[in-house]
């Protein structure tokens, strides 16, 4: 009749979703996938995407190489209108690259250009980067690379044919054949800069690293518009576009670069806003910033800004993004993001040591102390070799400059043990160090200090004391038929001055990836009391990083250090150099390099020049952001210069 009746049927909702089999890809990786197809527990079930889901986890397995991969979906009832999502894979067998052939190349060898990809055969580092596992993915994006390797090289209508991916007889592993033609080399004919330059045109023409008749590539074209594009922003014109334009002559193979500029509104920046700093004063980082607010927008100064705050040892992931101010076409706020990490150290140790006993101790150190920059430290450690209490501040903007200022006040007490026979002598120790750090330039800074350090040495044991320890104490002989021997004693006022300077071109400060690093220092005991001794100290300490491609860095480092007294003295022996150790020389005990005490073989005696050289590679963070791992070779050694003649011979000791 007249009535239309429409009966519906309510589609269930998704109850419970379990995946089985899988064990090359956890749950927690594969459900996201079926998250991206609105496949979760409590929303509505949709029996037609059973299809998709089968074909999106295949392709997530694919792309780790297991082609063989099996997955199948079935839902099964459940109470109140619900189902129950049962996903089960079969994994199958890891498809490896077996060959790879490129056919067509006459400008470049096969391994040269198979070098342009991540997917190899079975290697010794496959195991571990898995770059022998097909995928399809993992193909396209080697393809893309070849192309980029050939348009950085002049071949511009280079393209590639067609791609073969064949199973072996045992369907384990894949051939690849790759087709290609290279066509002809390209050079670069012309090039010149047009549009509104601001006046610039001059300088920006510095800035193009080719010439006429180079070959043309692409990646140097693109870089160039870049470095033309953030020139021009150094000077407030954020907004200011370059556009290369390339025109081909395809008759004679040449190719002419217009590098067209698009003028911009010179931008000011209103606001620079910080986030992420749940802990750190606002001050802190402000103070680090080179790009001002209310002055014109420059991209040397933002990168420069961000560097600084990269710096700082409890930050990092630092990330900055210039935002339009709406309604304003000259004017940009910057967002700094970064992310706040725990640099303070809170220590306790207790262990034992062949070199120093039973030991205890602990310690604190905190460079952001109260979210204000500043740093504080204090610690002490016990042995039954020696003792030290330390304790450090240091404000880095002790003035508004960038002056800073520190101090470090420390007792120690190094005591003779038979039983590990590193010392023949009881050594107590005091004194306070203040420092300041004037900023020279953005990278360079000029340290000057003064300190004093008491010194007494007492209870010197001459039979096993190094020859020249008791000549610098005045000792020189013993009778070891005696029942006693003398006891010699020193006791020593210093008052110091430092000096050092450094420059620091690294990246950041957590895990340096890349840059430079110097330091130089000089320390002078001057002679102004009669218990002060004249001596001096020199170091220079560098450091380099160097990324090499893949994500592994070449580390090169080195320690160069000498000391001699003033006048006819020598350097004090409580100031040799020592080397050894996990901080200097790996797999040798600490403190054992150099000359070796004659007649305690078990002690080295330290000495007034050291060298500590070392390579270190290191490798991707593959297994957490806060570990790096690295092969190191590192070689060192502690020199005595000229060498004490009583420390070569090994003469009798009696009266």
Same mark, same amino acid.
């Given at each position: 009749?007249?009535?239309?009746?429409?009966?519906?049927?309510?589609? *269930?909702?998704?109850?419970?979703?379990?995946?089985?089999?899988?064990?090359?890809?956890?749950?927690?990786?594969?459900?996201?996938?079926? $998250?991206?197809?609105?496949?979760?527990?409590?929303?509505?079930?949709?029996?037609?995407?059973?299809?998709?889901?089968?074909?999106?986890?295949?392709?997530?397995?694919?792309k780790l190489g297991y082609h063989a991969a099996v997955v199948?979906?079935?839902?099964?009832?459940?109470?109140?209108?619900?189902?129950?999502?049962?996903?089960?894979?079969?994994?199958?067998?890891?498809?490896?690259?077996?060959?790879?052939?490129?056919?067509?190349?006459?400008?470049?060898?096969?391994?040269?250009?198979?070098?342009?990809?991540?997917?190899?055969?079975?290697?010794?580092?496959?195991? &571990?980067?898995?770059?022998?596992?097909?995928?399809?993915?993992?193909?396209?994006?080697?393809?893309?690379?070849?192309?980029?390797?050939?348009?950085?090289?002049?071949?511009?209508?280079?393209r590639i044919i067609s791609q073969q991916v064949t199973m072996?007889?045992?369907?384990?592993?894949?051939?690849?054949?790759?087709?290609?033609?290279?066509?002809?080399?390209?050079?670069?004919?012309?090039?010149?800069?047009?549009?509104?330059?601001?006046?610039?045109?001059?300088?920006?023409?510095?800035?193009?690293?080719?010439?006429?008749?180079?070959?043309?590539?692409?990646?140097?074209?693109?870089?160039?518009?870049?470095?033309?594009?953030?020139?021009?922003?150094?000077?407030?014109?954020?907004?200011?576009?370059?556009?290369?334009?390339?025109?081909?002559?395809?008759?004679?193979?040449?190719?002419?670069?217009?590098?067209?500029?698009?003028?911009?509104?010179?931008?000011?920046?209103?606001?620079?806003?910080?986030?992420?700093?749940?802990?750190?004063?606002?001050?802190?980082?402000?103070?680090?910033?080179?790009?001002?607010?209310?002055?014109?927008?420059?991209?040397?100064?933002?990168?420069?800004?961000?560097?600084?705050?990269?710096?700082? *040892?409890?930050?990092?992931?630092?990330?900055?993004?210039?935002?339009?101010?709406?309604? $304003?076409?000259?004017?940009?706020?910057?967002?700094?993001?970064?992310?706040?990490?725990?640099?303070?150290?809170?220590?306790?140790?207790?262990?034992?040591?062949?070199?120093?006993?039973?030991?205890? %101790?602990?310690?604190?150190?905190?460079?952001?102390?109260?979210?204000?920059?500043?740093?504080?430290?204090? %610690?002490?450690?016990?042995?039954?070799?020696?003792?030290?209490?330390?304790?450090?501040?240091?404000?880095?903007?002790?003035?508004?400059?960038?002056?800073?200022?520190?101090?470090?006040?420390?007792?120690?007490?190094?005591?003779?043990?038979?039983?590990?026979?590193?010392?023949?002598?009881?050594?107590?120790?005091?004194?306070?160090?203040?420092?300041?750090?004037?900023?020279?330039?953005?990278?360079?800074?000029?340290?000057?200090?003064?300190?004093?350090?008491?010194?007494?040495?007492?209870?010197?044991?001459?039979?096993?004391?190094?020859?020249?320890?008791?000549?610098?104490?005045?000792?020189?002989?013993?009778?070891?038929?005696?029942?006693?021997?003398?006891?010699?004693?020193?006791?020593?006022?210093?008052?110091?001055?430092?000096?050092?300077?450094?420059?620091?071109?690294?990246?950041?400060?957590?895990?340096?990836?890349?840059?430079?690093?110097?330091?130089?220092?000089?320390?002078?005991?001057?002679?102004?009391?009669?218990?002060?001794?004249?001596?001096?100290?020199?170091?220079?300490?560098?450091?380099?990083?160097?990324?090499?491609?893949?994500?592994?860095?070449?580390?090169?480092?080195?320690?160069?250090?000498y000391g001699n007294g003033l006048g006819k003295n020598p350097?004090?022996?409580?100031?040799?150099?020592?080397? %050894?150790?996990?901080?200097?020389?790996?797999?040798?005990?600490?403190?054992?390099?150099?000359?070796?005490?004659?007649?305690?073989?078990?002690?080295?005696?330290?000495?007034?020049?050291?060298?500590?050289?070392?390579?270190?590679?290191?490798?991707?963070?593959?297994?957490?952001?806060?570990?790096?791992?690295? &092969?190191?070779?590192?070689?060192?050694?502690?020199?005595?210069?000229?060498?004490?003649?009583?420390?070569?011979?090994?003469?009798?000791?009696?009266?």
């Open positions: 009749g007249s009535e239309l009746i429409v009966r519906v049927k309510e589609r *269930p909702t998704i109850g419970l979703i379990r995946i089985s089999g899988n064990k090359a890809i956890p749950t927690k990786k594969l459900k996201p996938v079926l $998250k991206s197809l609105n496949i979760v527990e409590g929303q509505v079930y949709d029996p037609t995407k059973i299809n998709e889901i089968t074909q999106g986890l295949q392709a997530q397995y694919g199948t979906a079935r839902a099964a009832k459940e109470p109140r209108n619900r189902v129950a999502l049962y996903i089960n894979v079969n994994e199958g067998t890891i498809v490896k690259v077996h060959s790879i052939r490129i056919v067509g190349n006459h400008a470049f060898s096969a391994r040269k250009l198979r070098h342009q990809f991540k997917l190899t055969t079975p290697g010794i580092l496959t195991w &571990i980067n898995h770059h022998d596992r097909y995928s399809k993915a993992k193909l396209d994006e080697d393809l893309a690379s070849l192309t980029n390797f050939y348009l950085n090289h002049g071949y511009l209508r280079f072996t007889p045992n369907h384990s592993g894949v051939n690849i054949v790759i087709h290609i033609y290279e066509g002809p080399l390209y050079h670069i004919a012309h090039f010149e800069i047009v549009g509104n330059t601001y006046s610039k045109k001059k300088e920006m023409y510095r800035f193009i690293p080719f010439k006429a008749g180079d070959i043309f590539s692409r990646q140097q074209i693109i870089d160039t518009n870049k470095v033309l594009g953030n020139y021009l922003a150094n000077f407030g014109y954020a907004f200011a576009k370059v556009n290369a334009v390339p025109s081909v002559d395809d008759q004679r193979h040449l190719v002419n670069i217009t590098f067209q500029v698009t003028p911009g509104a010179r931008v000011y920046v209103r606001r620079i806003n910080f986030f992420g700093n749940m802990r750190t004063n606002q001050v802190v980082l402000r103070r680090e910033m080179r790009q001002l607010e209310g002055a014109a927008y420059s991209l040397a100064e933002v990168q420069r800004s961000k560097q600084r705050l990269q710096l700082l *040892p409890y930050l990092s992931d630092v990330k900055v993004t210039p935002q339009p101010v709406p309604g $304003k076409l000259n004017e940009v706020d910057l967002n700094f993001h970064a992310k706040e990490v725990a640099a303070g150290r809170a220590s306790i140790q207790g262990g034992y040591s062949d070199y120093y006993g039973f030991l205890y %101790g602990a310690s604190i150190s905190e460079p952001n102390f109260l979210g204000t920059g500043k740093y504080v430290s204090l %610690g002490f450690q016990n042995s039954e070799y020696y003792d030290n209490y330390n304790f450090s501040y240091n404000n880095p903007y002790y003035t508004a400059s960038g002056v800073s200022r520190g101090f470090t006040v420390y007792y120690s007490h190094v005591k003779p043990n038979p039983e590990y026979n590193l010392q023949s002598y009881l050594l107590d120790g005091y004194g306070i160090d203040v420092n300041y750090g004037i900023p020279l330039s953005e990278r360079n800074t000029l340290a000057l200090g003064y300190g004093f350090e008491h010194v007494a040495i007492s209870k010197v044991n001459p039979l096993i004391a190094a020859p020249s320890t008791l000549a610098f104490l005045g000792i020189n002989t013993c009778n070891p038929a005696k029942t006693t021997c003398p006891l010699g004693a020193g006791t020593y006022n210093q008052f110091k001055l430092t000096a050092g300077w450094s420059y620091n071109g690294l990246d950041r400060y957590i895990f340096p990836t890349q840059g430079f690093y110097n330091g130089l220092g000089l320390e002078i005991g001057a002679p102004v009391v009669k218990s002060s001794i004249g001596y001096f100290t020199a170091s220079d300490t560098a450091r380099f990083y160097q990324p090499i491609g893949a994500g592994f860095i070449v580390n090169l480092l080195g320690t160069v250090a350097l004090p022996f409580y100031k040799n150099f020592y080397a %050894g150790g996990i901080n200097s020389v790996p797999a040798f005990a600490p403190n054992s390099l150099g000359p070796i005490n004659r007649y305690n073989q078990d002690a080295a005696i330290g000495g007034n020049l050291e060298l500590v050289f070392g390579v270190h590679l290191i490798f991707p963070n593959f297994i957490s952001q806060k570990l790096r791992t690295a &092969i190191v070779l590192d070689a060192g050694n502690v020199f005595q210069v000229p060498r004490f003649p009583g420390d070569i011979a090994v003469p009798a000791r009696l009266n």
